[in-house]
C-alpha cells in the first residue's frame, strides 16, 4: 500500500480524492474515525477553516495528521504549532515517522532541523514572529494550532492572535478541548481568510466520565481505587512537594501484589537511578507508585510514563501537568483540591483548567469509562470522619467540634464540585502585545509600513480601549527607534529601517546578538587580571549565562545558602542582629561581570532599542558549578534541589546548547573548549536524551520516536569523550583541594574513608599559613595524569601554596572500568604527602 505522503499527493487538489486517501490509510492502520474526526476531515479537505473542539481522547491528533496530509498533498506548507518544545518535539518524531524526515522540519528557540521542510513543527511565537516578518507573503498554507485555549494566556496568548490576523492565505485548523464560546474568532477568521469557518464541538467521549465528591482521606479513596481495579489512578497535586509526599505516603499501603513486584523489577533491569531522588524513586516505582512533575529529569519523566504504559503502576502521583499533553494513560483522576496558588494568589481552579485535569480519565480503547474523583477540603473530611465516630448517637453528633477552615484557605464545597462540572470552559480572551522586536519585523517586511502597523494595532482582536494603548505603545517604540537614527522617513512618506538584524530576528535567543558585542569585550589573550574575574574562558560563560533566563529555584537557593554563609560570618565578627538584617538584604545570588554587563547592555540598547524587551540577567550556575568543581549530583545536594533535578539539568542543557550555537571560533580557547566538553558530556550522563535528541537533529539524520524497552539505551561511556572525562578528573581532584582549603574533614573522610584527612592537613598548615584556591591552583599544569594504563589512570594533584613551595601532592588512582559503569569519575586517594 502506497504511503499517506504518496496517496495525498496523487490525489492533489481533489477533495474526494484526499478524503478517500487519508480514510484508506486510517482504516490500514486499523483507526476508524469518530463522527467529529470525520466532519472535521471533510471540512479540511474542503479548504474550510476548522475550530476543533472536542474533549480529551476524542483523537484530536488524527485530524490534525490528516490536515498535514491534505496540505501537502495540495502542493503546500503546514504548519504545526504547541505551547511547549516537549510537545513540538513529540508531533515532530511522530510526523517523522508518517510522513519520513526529508519532509517534516522542528524550528524551537534553541534548534532548527529541516526548517524549509513541507511540515514544520514549532513554537507558536516562532511562527507568530514569521508572520510579523513577512506577512501574507510568508510561505505558509496552513497553520494547525494546538493547546489553542493558550489564546487567552496573559503571557503568551498575542503569539495565537498574531497568525490569525496576519496569514490571510492559511487554511487553519484550531484545536482544544476547552474552548468556550468561539463565535467571535469564526467570524473574523472567515473575514480574512475567505474561507468557511466550521465549528465542530459537541462530541460525544468515546469513554464517558463518572464524577465523584469524597469526603474521607485520600489513602481510604486510594485503597478503595485499588481493591476495585480503577487503576492506573493519577493524584492530581499543586505543588511537587505535595505530589512527593503523598507518594511517600502511599508507601505504607500495598499498592501492588509480589508478582507486580517482580514484574516492575524486571521491567527496570539496569536502569541507572543516579540521583538522590532517583534512588527515592527507584524504591516507589518498585512498590508500584510513581511520581511525575516539571521538576524531574525527563528520563524519570519518561520511565514512569513507559511503566505506566505497560499497566505496571496502579498509582502516579503528579501535578497538574497532566492538562498539557502528558504521554500517561489513566483510568481515574483523583483531585486533591478545587484551589491552587496561581503564583499570585489562592484561588479556586477555572472551569477549563478542571476540564482539562479531567478529561485526562479514561483511555479509548481500554477502559469502558474514567473516574474523575474529587476530594472535600480537609477540615471537611476530618468533620465527616467525626460525625461517623459519633455514629447515630444524637448527643455525640452534637458535641462534635466541627473544624473551620484554616485563615485564608480558598475552600470548596460539593456544591463547588457540581457546578464546576457542569460550567462551560470560560470564554477565551484576547491578549495581543505590542514590541520592540514586533514592531521592528514589520519594518523590515517593507511596503506600507504604516499601514501595516496600524492594521496591526486597529484590527485585531482587542476591545477598543486596549487598541489604543497597543497604538500608544507603537508610537512610543517607533519614536525611539527614529532618534536612535535606526528608521527614517524619507520626504515620500517611505518608513526605512536602518538595522542589520541577523537571520531569523526574534526566532532563536533573542539576546544572541548582545551577547556577540559583549564578549568583544573580554581578551582571549589575557591571563590572570583579565576583565571581571581573571577567567577569560569562564568570563565568556557568564556572558552566554546572561541572556539565558532564569532558572528561579535554583537562583532562591543560591541566594539563601549565600545569604545563611553570610549570617554566619557576621555573627563571628560579633555584628548586630539589626545590622545584620540590613546587611543581608544587599546579598543575592552571584551575579559575575554584573557591573560590565549592564554597561554594555545600556551601550548596546542605544543603538538596538528592541533589545530592551527582553532582560539580561547576570547569573552563575554553569561557572558556580565548575569553580566549586562539582557533579551534577553535588550541585543538587549543595543547593537542596532534590525535587527541582530536572530544572537544573534544562537549564545546564540550554546553557550548553547556546554556548555551542553563539560562541564564534575567534572567541573559543582550548581552555572554554574543555569546559563546553566538560558540561555536555555532564548532561549527557545525568540524561542522554537532552544532548543526544538536539545533537542528532543539528546533524539532519533520521531520529524514531522512543518507543524501545524501558530501560533506555545507556549513555556511551564517559571514559571514551577523553576531553571531558580529564576535565571530570581535574575537577574530582580539585574538589578535594577545596575541601582541604576549608579543613572540611567529615566530607573528605567520606570521599575518601581510607585516607587520614585530619593528620595530612595538620602537617601541611604546619608548614603553610593558607591552601589556595583560585584560578592558578587549578591550572592544568598542577594536575598531572599518567595514562599509560589502560584500566586505571594515576593522577598527581599539586596543592598552590602562599610561598609557591609547591611541595604537597594529593595522589589519587582512577578506575577505568567502575568510571565507565557509573557515567562519572570514580577516583580513590591513594595518599597525601610532602615532597
Not at 481522547?57 to 504548519?79: E, Y
Not at 542589520?500 to 546578538?513: I, R
Not at 549565600?562 to 545584620?580: F, H, L, N, S, T
Not at 552563575?620 to 549530583?633: C, G, L, N, Q, T
Request: charged share 25%.
Amino acid at each position: 500500500m502506497p504511503s499517506l505522503l504518496e496517496s495525498s499527493r496523487a490525489a492533489g487538489d481533489d477533495p474526494d480524492a484526499l478524503y478517500d486517501a487519508f480514510l484508506e490509510w486510517s482504516l490500514e492502520k486499523g483507526l476508524e474515525l469518530y463522527p467529529a474526526q470525520d466532519e472535521a476531515v471533510m471540512e479540511l479537505v474542503q479548504g474550510h477553516n476548522v475550530i476543533l473542539a472536542t474533549p480529551t481522547g476524542t483523537g484530536k491528533s488524527l485530524v490534525a495528521l490528516a490536515a498535514h496530509a491534505i496540505a501537502v498533498g495540495r502542493g503546500g506548507r503546514t504548519f504545526y504549532t504547541a505551547p511547549i518544545k516537549a510537545l513540538v518535539s513529540e508531533k515532530f518524531f511522530a510526523l517523522v515517522e508518517t510522513f519520513g524526515a526529508e519532509n517534516v522540519g522542528m524550528v524551537t528557540g534553541d534548534s532548527s532541523v529541516n526548517a524549509d521542510a513541507p511540515i514544520v513543527c514549532c513554537t507558536a511565537e516562532i511562527l507568530a514572529n514569521l508572520a510579523l516578518r513577512e506577512g501574507p507573503d510568508a510561505d505558509v498554507n496552513q497553520v494547525v494550532m494546538d493547546e489553542f485555549h493558550y489564546y487567552g494566556d496573559p503571557q503568551r496568548g498575542w503569539a495565537w492572535q498574531i497568525p490569525l490576523l496576519l496569514l490571510p492565505r492559511a487554511q487553519f485548523l484550531l484545536m482544544s478541548a476547552t474552548l468556550g464560546d468561539t463565535t467571535a474568532i469564526e467570524r473574523d477568521l472567515s473575514r480574512r481568510t475567505g474561507r468557511e469557518t466550521v465549528l465542530v464541538a459537541g462530541a460525544e467521549r468515546p469513554v464517558p466520565l463518572h464524577f465523584s465528591y469524597e469526603k474521607r482521606p485520600a489513602h481510604e479513596v486510594v485503597e478503595e481505587l485499588l481493591t476495585e481495579q480503577e487503576v492506573p489512578v493519577y493524584i492530581v497535586h499543586f505543588s511537587q512537594a505535595a505530589a512527593m509526599e503523598r507518594a511517600q505516603a502511599l508507601g505504607s499501603i500495598n499498592v501492588t501484589t509480589r508478582a507486580q513486584r517482580d514484574e516492575i523489577a524486571e521491567a527496570l533491569g539496569g536502569f541507572r537511578f543516579t540521583t538522590n531522588f532517583g534512588k527515592t524513586l527507584s524504591r516507589l516505582v518498585r512498590a508500584g507508585i510513581g511520581v511525575h512533575h516539571a521538576g524531574m529529569l525527563p528520563r524519570y519523566r519518561r520511565l514512569v510514563e513507559t511503566l505506566a504504559q505497560r499497566g505496571l503502576l496502579r498509582v502516579i502521583c503528579g501535578t497538574d501537568t497532566l492538562g498539557v499533553g502528558i504521554n500517561v494513560p489513566i483510568r481515574t483522576v483523583l483531585v486533591t483540591a478545587l484551589s491552587k496558588y496561581d503564583g499570585q494568589r489562592m484561588r479556586r481552579l477555572g472551569a477549563r483548567e478542571f476540564h482539562q485535569i479531567a478529561g485526562r480519565a479514561g483511555r479509548a480503547g481500554f477502559d469502558p469509562y474514567g473516574n474523575v474523583v474529587v476530594l472535600a477540603p480537609e477540615h471537611e473530611i476530618e468533620n465527616e470522619q467525626a460525625l461517623k465516630k459519633a455514629g447515630d448517637d444524637p448527643k455525640k453528633r452534637k458535641k462534635v467540634q466541627k473544624k473551620q477552615a484554616p485563615k485564608g484557605f480558598v475552600s470548596w464545597s460539593e456544591q463547588t464540585f457540581e457546578k464546576i462540572i457542569e460550567a462551560e470552559p470560560e470564554q477565551l480572551g484576547p491578549q495581543m502585545q505590542m514590541t520592540s522586536a514586533m514592531l521592528i519585523n514589520v519594518i523590515a517586511r517593507g511596503g506600507d509600513v504604516f499601514g501595516n502597523v496600524r492594521s496591526l494595532v486597529f484590527d485585531n482582536h482587542q476591545p477598543r480601549r486596549d487598541q489604543y494603548a497597543l497604538a500608544r505603545r507603537a508610537l512610543a517604540i517607533f519614536r525611539t527607534l527614529r532618534a536612535a537614527e535606526l528608521v527614517e522617513v524619507t520626504p515620500t512618506g517611505e518608513i526605512r529601517l536602518f538595522l542589520d538584524l541577523q537571520p531569523n530576528f526574534a526566532l532563536n535567543q533573542p539576546l544572541s546578538p548582545f551577547a556577540l558585542a559583549a564578549l568583544e569585550l573580554l581578551d582571549p589573550d589575557e591571563a590572570a587580571g583579565s576583565v571581571g574575574t581573571g577567567h577569560y574562558a569562564l568570563d565568556v560563560v557568564s556572558v552566554i549565562e546572561a541572556t539565558l533566563d532564569d532558572p528561579r529555584q535554583i537562583l532562591s537557593q543560591q541566594e539563601f545558602k549565600a545569604r545563611g554563609e553570610a549570617v554566619g560570618a557576621m555573627k563571628r565578627e560579633g555584628i548586630e542582629y539589626d545590622e545584620r538584617m540590613e546587611l543581608l538584604e544587599e546579598i543575592t545570588y552571584p551575579k559575575p561581570l554584573d557591573e560590565l554587563l549592564q554597561q554594555a547592555f545600556e551601550t548596546f540598547a542605544a543603538s538596538q532599542p528592541w533589545v530592551r524587551d527582553f532582560q539580561l540577567s547576570p547569573k552563575s550556575v554553569v561557572r558556580d558549578m565548575y569553580e566549586r568543581a562539582m557533579s551534577f549530583a553535588d550541585f543538587v545536594q549543595w543547593y537542596q534541589l532534590g525535587r527541582s533535578e530536572g530544572l537544573v539539568l534544562r537549564y545546564l542543557s540550554d546553557a550548553y546548547r547556546t554556548i555551542r550555537q553563539t560562541v564564534p571560533p575567534e572567541a573559543q580557547t582550548e581552555e572554554l573548549d574543555d569546559i563546553v566538553e566538560w558540561l555536555g558530556e555532564m548532561v549527557r550522563q545525568v540524561d542522554s536524551s537532552l544532548v543526544d535528541e538536539w545533537e542528532t537533529l543539528m546533524a539532519g539524520l533520521d531520529a524514531d520516536p522512543d518507543d524501545g524497552p524501558v530501560v533506555p539505551p545507556s549513555p556511551p561511556s564517559v571514559v571514551q569523550n577523553r576531553r571531558a572525562f580529564t576535565v571530570l578528573v581535574r575537577n574530582a581532584m580539585f574538589r578535594r583541594v577545596q575541601l582541604a582549603a576549608l579543613e572540611r574533614d567529615d566530607e573528605l573522610a567520606a570521599l575518601d574513608p581510607d585516607v587520614d584527612w585530619p593528620a595530612a592537613l595538620d602537617r601541611y598548615f604546619d608548614a603553610h599559613d593558607d591552601m589556595l584556591t583560585g584560578s592558578a591552583a587549578r591550572a592544568p599544569q598542577l594536575c598531572r595524569i599518567d595514562e599509560s594504563d589502560s584500566h586505571v589512570w594515576r593522577v598527581e594533584q599539586t596543592i598552590d601554596d602562599p610561598a609557591g613551595d609547591h611541595d604537597w601532592r594529593i595522589r589519587a588512582e582512577v578506575d577505568l572500568d567502575a568510571s565507565a559503569e557509573e557515567g562519572e569519575a570514580v577516583l580513590h586517594v591513594t595518599e597525601v604527602v610532602r615532597l
